[in-house]
Every structure is written in C-alpha cells, then in structure tokens.
C-alpha cells in the first residue's frame, strides 16, 4: 500500500508541474501573451530612449516644427534633462546645438541651466525587463524541482525494496546550442559593393546599379546621380547629388538629397530640394542609410573634394566618390532614416 501510495503522490506532482508548464510557457508565453499599449519614450530603456532624442532633434533642426516635439515629449517631464545630458556629453559642437535646441522648445532657456543627474534605466529597476522574469520564473522551477527530489526521496525511504531490479533512467545528454557565428557573418557580408567617382565636368553624370543575390536573382537598383547645380558655367557647378534605391518588393523609391555645405544651409536651395528626397550635409567618410522593404544599402562617402571659383566657398564639388553596399533585408540591418524612425515612435 505504501508503494502504490509513493506513486500516487509521485504522479499528482508530475501532472502539477505539467500542468503548471503547459499554463506558464504555452497558454501564457505562446498563445495568449502580456499584450503592453499605451507606453511612450520615457518607458524605453536609456540607450533607447537616447536614440529617440537624437532622431527627434535631427528632425526637428530640419522641420523646426515645435508642436510635433511637444507632441512626442508631452507626457516625459524630465525629457529636458535627458537632452541636456546628451548635449553635455557630446563632443560634436553641430550635435550639441542641436539638442540644445531640443531642450529650448520644452523648457524655454535650452541647457544653459544645471542638469540634474538623470538616475540609470538599472537603478530604476526598468533594466530587468524579460530576463528579470525569466531568471525569477526559472529559480522558482529550480525550488520546485528540489522539494519534488526531497519528497521522492522521503517516498522510497518509506516504500519496500523492489523484488525485481527496475530499469535505470537515463538522462538524455544535454546538446549544446548550435553556434550562430556563421549565420551572422554571412548577415553582415554585402551581397554587392559598387564605388562611382563624379569629377568636375561631367555634365551628364548619372550611375545606376543592378543588386542581385548570390543565385542571380534580380531584387531591385541603386545609384548616384546629379540633383542640383549652382551659377551658370559650363561645365556645371554640382551642388547636390541624388543617392537613391529602388526595391522590386516595395512600391516606392527611396532617394536622399547629398547636399554641399553651402547648399545645406541655405534654405532657399534646401526649400527648393525638399521634395526631391530628405536632405544631407556631404561629409567626409559620412554614411548614408536608404532602407525598403526588403533592401538596405549604405552609401559611404570616400572622397569629398570642393571646387574655387567665383561662386560662395564650399557650394561646388570638384570630386566626389560614394561606395554603395547593399544587403538583402534577413535582420535588423543598420539605422534607418530619421523620419521615417520618428514617425513611427510617435504611434506610442
């Protein structure tokens, strides 16, 4: 009686902690999961939510539109802090204004004042996240198991020996994790490089480039052409270039506007540019992200030479080299652009 007793308990623990399994990762992890709604910036972690200012006081230096920022910072009191301390620590004079005029549009004076020390998303407690949970869930299945081994224990202790010797079970060796080393090295290899120089006289300039994976597939284009010319010489004095991608899975073409110094802050040629693709300062070793459905390509500027003439310093290029570097979209793949990044954090 005491053995058939030692199973019965045996098997009531088993079917518990099957039970307790099948509810916990099944029901609760897999099929009806914790759904969060309502969160805004200020429940990212910090090295999110630096991400998000510096995307939103590049948008705003380039829209100047105050009511989106307060829009998207409304409900984050200490936003300007946050700003602030991004501002402080940055060792780019460009970037540090900036954020200074992030700050200025939420507390009227910019980051002239103190800066409060702004605690760690760790000392808060937000750093746990999922794994938190995890480690907590997975010490108390760790309990489990050692009160289940103590009371199996207690049972044979108490029930007869066994007339017959019973089979062993054997634990199944555990097999180690299969190494994503190579899978991720193959991620971040391009499928296709193209490098195009444009030098001073190549009135007609125009590169494009065919993106095909390693069976030959074709999956879209890329290239570099002129956009904007300034003064009425021949040959002409290019002040914009047009980097642009096209995707045969998305319905649109992604361009962005290079623009020379000049051109960038002069805001009659940025106006006029504007519906061309999003505008960007041409700097050295400076690289350009274009991002669509399935596509992402860098453009890296190599080479940045302006030309002298009559014309205001810094409007013309002399010579200018891109390097374009395409990937097929298997993963998260470089940043994407500032609008379109804002954009959708503002759906919080």
């Not at 996240?129 to 995890?134: A, C, E, P």
């Not at 500027?301 to 570097?325: A, C, H, K, M």
Request: glycine letters at 10%.
């Amino acid at each position: 009686m005491e053995s058939n007793s030692g199973r019965y308990i045996l098997v009531a623990i088993v079917a518990f902690l099957l039970g307790w399994a099948i509810g916990l990762f099944l029901f609760g992890w897999v099929i009806w999961p914790v759904e969060y709604t309502g969160a805004g910036p200020q429940d990212l972690t910090e090295q999110d939510q630096q991400v998000y200012l510096i995307a939103l006081a590049d948008l705003y230096a380039f829209d100047s539109n105050m009511g989106r920022v307060q829009q998207a910072l409304g409900n984050w009191p200490e936003a300007d802090q946050t700003i602030c301390q991004l501002a402080n620590t940055s060792v780019d004079p460009a970037a540090a204004a900036r954020y200074n005029a992030l700050a200025a549009v939420l507390n009227g004076t910019g980051c002239t004042g103190a800066v409060g020390t702004i605690p760690s998303v760790e000392d808060e407690g937000g750093g746990r996240g999922g794994l938190g949970y995890f480690a907590l869930i997975c010490g108390l299945f760790a309990l489990l198991l050692v009160v289940v081994a103590g009371i199996l224990l207690v049972v044979r202790r108490r029930g007869p020996q066994p007339s017959a010797v019973e089979p062993r079970i054997q634990e199944t060796p555990s097999v180690a994790p299969i190494t994503e080393i190579e899978a991720a090295e193959e991620q971040i290899t391009a499928i296709a490089r193209f490098t195009t120089t444009f030098v001073r006289g190549n009135d007609t300039y125009d590169e494009s480039f065919s993106i095909e994976n390693e069976d030959g597939d074709f999956l879209g284009e890329c290239g570099v052409g002129l956009s904007d010319t300034i003064g009425t010489e021949t040959p002409k004095n290019v002040t914009a270039f047009e980097v642009w991608l096209f995707d045969k899975n998305d319905i649109r073409t992604v361009t962005k506007v290079v623009m020379s110094d000049h051109a960038f802050f002069d805001e009659a040629i940025k106006a006029k540019l504007a519906p061309k693709g999003e505008p960007v300062l041409a700097r050295p070793n400076e690289t350009i992200v274009l991002e669509t459905a399935s596509l992402i390509v860098n453009a890296e500027i190599v080479e940045l030479e302006y030309g002298t003439n009559d014309l205001p310093p810094q409007s013309f290029f002399e010579r200018f080299t891109v390097e374009l570097s395409a990937w097929a979209k298997e993963g998260d793949f470089g940043e994407p652009d500032v609008q379109g990044r804002v954009d959708d954090m503002l759906e919080f």
